[in-house]
């Protein structure tokens, strides 16, 4: 796996690396564990502030670390990550350390204590922005802080969960932006 | 375009149409009025029952019927529809009927009043399930209802949403699913 060199990235476009729904990588760190757990159950909710919503089943070791932090980094994983974001999601860090058996790297994140995986060509640090929707739903409102994202890959082959273990990888792009009211892009 | 002859769908399987992240065409309908927009920004909540979350700005024509109905159909389109996906994007139901304008076809739903767009391979139709976090950040939270899916294609090649007018198109499909617990297939 490649490790990427990723520059800051402008808080109001986040939504080119999530609206199109990438299973992302979860990490978080609370007093002293950090863990990764893998997530496709989310969504853009506001440009300005960057907000961004997702379900953590409280089934997973990650639900607790996440909710006690009130804060967590969302990486986003490219096809060629495939297996150990498989790996990932198919283990619990109540056993193991992830970054050191899945040989993933932490990068420091500049804002919160979770670190950015060094794999994954964008990273989101996040804040929670409200959590009055967790007991009921396991839904966490974020608010994206600090966006990492390499300049490479343009077309990055991020991977969509459709359950039943089969993913579909992001194909050919399509612009049309011609068609477009230039006020909705 | 091709109209879809869909069967009825298991409801806890709603996520295979929708966890990807494609855009979707809302339709709704209320007090005899109709209207059909795109909507990019949702995620899957809950399997049972089958919950779904999307943000639906206020400045959507289709945002007043939509809050007043309680209800709509979530569409799902494919690549063949992109021309028309765009200029439902780019056009206002406050001036014209948008299935009369794009040739779209309303068949009939079997629970709620919204039809269903006979074009795209899969419609659910949902109720609100939640409408506590509207005001705040236009958010809906639905319960899918009734789910009807076309048997083909068995890859539908769903388009989604990067901002700048560019869309992916979904590509390949992966399976992993030897590499699964069976528990969460």
Redesign the interface.
């Known amino acids: 796996m490649k490790l990427y060199r990723k520059n800051d990235f402008p808080l109001h476009?986040v939504?080119?690396?999530l609206?199109?729904?990438?299973v992302v990588l979860v990490s978080s760190t609370f007093m002293g564990e950090t863990n990764i757990m893998t997530m496709?159950?989310?969504?853009?909710?506001?440009f300005t502030p960057a907000?961004f919503?997702?379900?953590i089943s409280n089934q997973n070791h990650s639900f607790e670390l996440i909710r006690k932090a009130r804060e967590c980094v969302i990486n986003v994983p490219t096809?060629d990550m495939?297996?150990t974001v498989?790996?990932i999601?198919?283990s619990t860090g109540g056993d193991i350390d992830k970054f050191e058996k899945f040989g993933l790297t932490k990068a420091p994140a500049a804002i919160v204590k979770a670190p950015l995986i060094g794999e994954c060509y964008a990273s989101f640090e996040c804040r929670l922005a409200d959590g009055s929707?967790i007991d009921k739903?396991n839904?966490f409102?974020w608010e994206v802080v600090k966006a990492h994202v390499s300049p490479s890959p343009k077309?990055p082959?991020?991977?969509?969960?459709?359950?039943?273990?089969?993913?579909?990888?992001?194909?050919?792009?399509?612009?049309?932006?011609?068609?477009?009211?230039p006020e909705?892009?």
């Open positions: 476009r939504r080119e690396h609206e199109t729904g990438p496709a159950w989310h969504m853009m909710m506001e907000l919503a997702s379900i096809v495939i297996d498989v790996r999601g198919n929707k739903y839904m409102i077309r082959k991020t991977i969509h969960y459709k359950g039943n273990g089969e993913f579909r990888i992001a194909g050919e792009t399509i612009s049309r932006r011609r068609m477009f009211r909705i892009l």
